[in-house]
Nanobody
């Protein structure tokens, strides 16, 4: 059984920060690629950031310089540090995992998904 459990979402003022966490269970975390996605009402799910098993990272242009993805293999935990938050960052954020060495931003690439955690940024 593979399970991803997200936490850290909430409501913040524009310019504030949040740190999302995704705890993974039931698989060898270090060999998976991991990603963060988000979905706003009426919009398609989009990739925000990803990290491969070797630690290589990639970000959507809309969050570059503001968000940082990282992981702790020993703790089987993925993180997303979000700084300088904007109202347009408001969305449900999802953690995703795939049993492959390198990652993609395609939604269909990922085998496992968390339940999502809501991030709301007010102005």
């Amino acid at each position: 059984q593979v399970q991803l459990v997200e936490s850290g979402g909430g409501s913040v003022q524009a310019g504030g920060s949040l740190r999302l966490s995704c705890a993974a269970f039931g698989y060898t975390f270090s060999y998976y690629c991991m990603g963060w996605f988000r979905q706003a009402p009426g919009k398609e799910r989009e990739g925000v950031a990803k990290i491969s098993s070797d630690g290589s990272t990639s970000y959507a242009n809309s969050v570059k310089g503001r968000f940082t993805i990282s992981k702790d293999n020993a703790k089987n935990t993925l993180y997303l540090q979000m700084n300088s938050l904007k109202p347009e960052d408001t969305a449900m954020y999802y953690c995703a995992a795939s049993p492959r060495t390198y990652c993609s931003f395609a939604v269909g690439f990922y085998n496992y998904w968390g339940q999502g955690t809501q991030v709301t940024v007010s102005s």
